[in-house]
């Protein structure tokens, strides 16, 4: 089935460890996001890109950075984790970076920093 | 400020019943789109339905239907004869159209909805 692939699916990482998720797209989608999703917020966009090779800042961007090697997969790293970075994340593409795209979302990954 | 508001933070119904979940959006544009998302107890966000600034018509798809109000900046989902299966977070979101750079969906902070069997 086509969609989006998001790993791992649960981590427990101690706090100032490096952790790289993974996520990974078969529907050649332009555009790719990282949302985090807490607890009485909603989720907010940690970073995204528009198309290979380009990437921008979402509305909480700090602690983590991500790369857009190619079209398919756009991993997000934590370089030190810290236990605000507590949280479900979400990775997410459109076929186009216009408003009306649709979102589709992957499985998400249950990140608890310790 | 919140760009969209879901003032129901929990709702529970008994099976069979309607509800109505809230959503009121905050936005200077002309253009822009509003979703429903669906997170059931499995965690992954399931797109449900689509509505542009310029389309007020409502929408129904079996027992789901949408009421979008301009006047009123609401765009509010409601499920008929609901059942089980419908237990889940619903979240409300809007993208705009003027916005440079991220095609960012700015989300409500989500309705937990629970049918009573």
């Known amino acids: 089935i086509a969609g989006i692939t998001q790993a791992p699916t649960s981590q427990i990482l101690a706090a100032g460890r490096r952790m790289t998720l993974r996520c990974t797209q078969d529907?050649?989608?332009?555009?790719m996001y990282w949302y985090r999703q807490d607890l009485g917020l909603g989720l907010r966009l940690i970073h995204y890109s528009n198309t290979a090779g380009t990437t921008g800042k979402g509305e909480v961007p700090d602690g983590y950075s991500v790369s857009r090697a190619n079209t398919d997969d756009f991993p997000l790293t934590l370089a030190s984790a810290v236990p605000s970075q507590t949280s479900v994340y979400f990775c997410?593409?459109?076929?186009?970076?216009?408003?009306?795209?649709?979102?589709?979302f992957g499985a998400g990954t249950r990140l608890s920093v310790l | 400020a919140q760009k969209v508001t879901q003032a129901q933070t929990e709702i529970s119904v008994v099976e069979k019943e309607d509800v109505t979940l809230d959503c009121v959006y905050e936005t200077r544009d002309t253009t822009y789109y509003l979703f429903w998302y669906k997170q059931p107890p499995s965690g992954e966000l399931v797109f449900l339905i689509r509505r542009n600034s310029f389309d007020e018509q409502n929408e129904i798809s079996g027992r789901y239907s949408w009421n979008f109000q301009k006047s009123t900046s609401s765009f509010n989902f409601t499920i008929t004869a609901s059942q089980v299966v419908d237990s889940a977070v619903y979240f409300c979101a809007l993208s705009e159209q003027g916005r440079a750079g991220a095609n960012n969906l700015f989300f409500g902070t989500g309705t937990r909805l629970t049918v009573i069997p």
């Open positions: 997410a593409s459109s076929a186009g970076t216009a408003a009306k795209n649709i979102q589709y």
């Open positions: 529907m050649r989608h332009n555009a």
